[in-house]
């Protein structure tokens, strides 16, 4: 699914599936999936990506990129083991000499993971 949140000039917004766009733009979902302070803390992680042009302009959220089988993904803390994790949504995706992705050129990401990956 590409359904996208229009934001101007800010960092462009697209979901992984239908599933993941309810659960973002649902308070109900977000209450029921990750209860009342992950709901709080993925409303705040929603108006920070919004307020953003690039990746690398978030602060808030321990934001870092993630490695091994999630190689190429991004996530930002919500609370406890909860993350909210995007990739770039990208084609071509911008990338170092190395292969890695270059977080600085990201202008637009796909969330593809909203709960805790550790278990």
Known sequence: ?????????NLEIVFADKDL??????????????????????RARLSDLMAVARVTDLVAGHPHPLTGNRDGQFALRLDGA???????????????????????EVT????????????
């Open 1 to 9: 699914m590409n359904s996208s949140l229009n934001l101007g000039c």
């Open 21 to 42: 766009q309810t659960l973002w733009t649902s308070e109900r979902q977000q209450k029921k999936a990750l209860g009342h302070a992950g709901m709080r803390k993925l």
């Open 82 to 104: 909860c993350r909210l994790v995007f990739e770039p949504a990208h084609q071509p995706i911008p990338q170092r000499s190395d292969g890695a992705v270059l977080w600085v």
């Open 108 to 119: 637009a990401v796909r969330i593809v993971f909203i709960g805790d990956y550790h278990d």
